[in-house]
């Protein structure tokens, strides 16, 4: 095939500076919130957009049934990571909002809001520079399968969704110590989170529906609704168990929230295996490659290969193997870069092995442009490693290599 019908070739670069800026992500939420807000000129809104850089802050929804630990957990998130905390309370407490001031009134009579008057509320709220810059944490929100629909065709997708779970005579049980700081908002527990501040303790007050009878009530209405919320959120969720004590729930609710689901940009995996000789680089090396279709390179092997064809760097490393010595860094990283860069490596990436084994190796790697994006390193006991090599045997043939008990040999480098 001659140099015009050959297909495009695509530098290994160019997916490397998109993995590496995160482009196609930047994109994506780009062209979402292009689509969600609709302005009048979708230029100034990307320009915007683009220059606010917020792609990645906070966007949580904690779910739970009555005492499970919600605004506790919520709270102690939006302390951590300096976001805005989002319940039904606080959206109807403000101020000089009419919104706000009609909802307030029908909260107060019915002790609820209509779903549209709380996703508007949520929205007006939301639009706000805080909530933009710093994100949010919607505490107990949404509280039905309809408000979830609602908030979605908004546009408000969370990216981490933290259901918390615990048995139902637990909550009961938990509710009815529960304290509030009037000054504050702060919620304590007379058992398990009692301030040790007098002056703080002799002005908690008792809150309102906390009774067994109103928590069963609460969380009947909470097991019919949370059934139909769950599916709005597929991928997403994680469920905690608030059964446990809160720190326990925070600090797995943080490790969550802190991380970042698969995109969907095109991945190419460069995949990097380190380990002591004999600690199973080659076989992971030939498993991975035939279970993801990556290009299995094997260091040694292409040093052989390069010798066996004679090729110009095989001369050069011939004196080298002959005379049982190290063969140096930047030859070895010329015949590994000749076998990067072949399209089947760059498309389909690859998995490789006995290089680098050394620091000066890695960084001779890495100024030339091969950026592994998954690195392993096998660790295997002495006493495995001895035992292995002396069993292991290898088919003159093919290279590839068995154990002396007739393990099947996985299929070598390509
Ligand atoms: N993991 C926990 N272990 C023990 N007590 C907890 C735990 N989490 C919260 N609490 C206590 O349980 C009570 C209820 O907590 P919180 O108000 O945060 O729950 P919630 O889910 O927001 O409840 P509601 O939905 O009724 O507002 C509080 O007194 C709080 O201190
Ligand atoms: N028990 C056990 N043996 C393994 C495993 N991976 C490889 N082996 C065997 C097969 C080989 O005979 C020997 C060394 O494996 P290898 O893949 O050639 O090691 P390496 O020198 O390429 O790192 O150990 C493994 O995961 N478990």
Redesign the pocket.
């Known amino acids: 095939m001659d140099a015009t019908t050959a297909p495009h070739r695509i530098p290994p670069e160019m997916p490397q500076y998109g993995e590496a800026n995160h482009v196609f992500e930047l994109m994506q939420n780009m062209l979402e919130q292009l689509l969600i807000q609709q302005p009048k000129d979708p230029i100034t809104f990307m320009i915007e957009h683009l220059q606010r850089d917020n792609d990645y802050v906070p966007k949580i929804v904690i779910l739970g049934p009555p005492a499970s630990g919600k605004t506790t957990i919520a709270m102690w998130l939006g302390k951590h990571l300096n976001s805005n905390l989002l319940s039904v309370e606080s959206l109807i407490a403000k101020e000089y909002s009419s919104l706000a001031a009609s909802a307030r009134t029908h909260y107060q009579k019915f002790q609820t809001l209509p779903n549209m008057l709380l996703v508007r509320l949520l929205q007006e709220r939301l639009r706000e520079e805080d909530c933009v810059r710093r994100g949010w944490i919607l505490d107990g929100i949404p509280e039905t399968r309809e408000q979830a629909l609602l908030i979605q065709t908004l546009g408000v997708s969370p990216r981490h969704v933290i259901v918390l779970s615990a048995p139902d005579t637990v909550l009961i049980e938990r509710n009815l110590g529960k304290r509030i700081d009037p000054q504050t908002g702060e919620i304590y527990h007379t058992t398990f989170d009692w301030p040790p501040e007098s002056e703080i303790q002799n002005r908690l007050i008792v809150p309102a529906g906390i009774s067994e009878g109103e928590t069963a009530r609460r969380l009947l209405e909470y097991h019919r609704n949370i059934v139909r919320i769950l599916p709005s959120y597929p991928k997403i969720v994680k469920v905690i168990t608030a059964d446990q004590p809160c720190v326990d729930v925070f600090y797995q609710a943080l490790t969550y929230v802190q991380t970042i689901h698969r995109s969907n940009a095109p991945f190419t995996p460069r995949v990097l295996l380190c380990?002591?000789?004999?600690?199973?680089?080659?076989?992971?090396?030939a498993l991975l490659a035939q279970k993801y279709g990556l290009v299995n390179v094997c260091c040694g092997q292409l040093l052989k290969e390069a010798m066996a064809d004679k090729s110009k760097y095989g001369e050069m490393i011939q004196p080298f193997f002959e005379k049982e010595t190290a063969v140096p860094s930047y030859v070895i990283m010329k015949v590994l870069k000749q076998r990067l860069d072949q399209q089947d490596c760059v498309e389909r990436g690859w998995v490789l092995?006995?290089f680098p084994r050394d620091r000066d190796q890695a960084c001779l790697m890495d100024s030339m442009g091969y950026k592994p994006n998954r690195v392993f390193f096998?660790n295997v006991p002495y006493d495995?490693i001895i035992e292995?090599?002396t069993?292991?045997?290898t088919d003159p043939v093919t290279g590839e290599?068995?154990?002396a008990l007739g393990?099947s040999a996985a299929p070598g480098p390509s």
Request: charged content about 30%; aromatic content about 4%.
């Open positions: 380990g002591p000789v004999g600690s199973g680089k080659s076989r992971q090396a092995h006995d096998l495995s292995r090599l069993l292991r045997r290599r068995a154990w393990l």
